[in-house]
């Protein structure tokens, strides 16, 4: 059951990247700008995902401290999501997340 639930965190964070880019392509804005938001908002939650939250994090965080940075990523890539005009994909992102960190917590996975 862990590594379905490893798994599904893992297209969590892929659907996280995905939540960003579709908010930056779809701006009300010039070619440019949501080229840029398109590609540098997913870049930019990647990155900060690989420095400190991810299991080979080049940051090692304490687990609350890991928790805070991954539920933080997940908010802001609802709310992006939301002000793409998905406020209901939006929704099911965050509350995913909750739910299937609840349940590796449960299992005694690390965060």
């Known amino acids: 059951m862990t590594a379905v639930l490893l798994a599904f965190a893992f297209l969590l964070e892929l659907a996280l990247l995905v939540a960003a880019g579709w908010w930056g392509f779809t701006l009300d804005a010039r ?5 840029l938001a398109g590609l540098g908002a997913p870049l930019l939650i990647a990155v900060l995902w690989g420095t400190f939250c991810s299991p080979r994090a ?11 940075a991954q539920a933080a990523c997940f908010v802001t890539g609802g709310v992006l999501l ?22 590796l917590r449960l299992a005694g996975e690390p965060v």
Not at 31 to 35: D, G, I, Y
């Open 31 to 35: 070619l440019p700008v949501r080229l």
């Open 82 to 103: 939301a002000l793409a005009g998905r406020p209901v994909p939006a929704v099911l992102l965050v509350v995913l997340w909750v739910a299937d960190s609840v349940l």
């Open 58 to 68: 080049a940051v090692p965080l304490p687990a609350a401290a890991k928790y805070a």
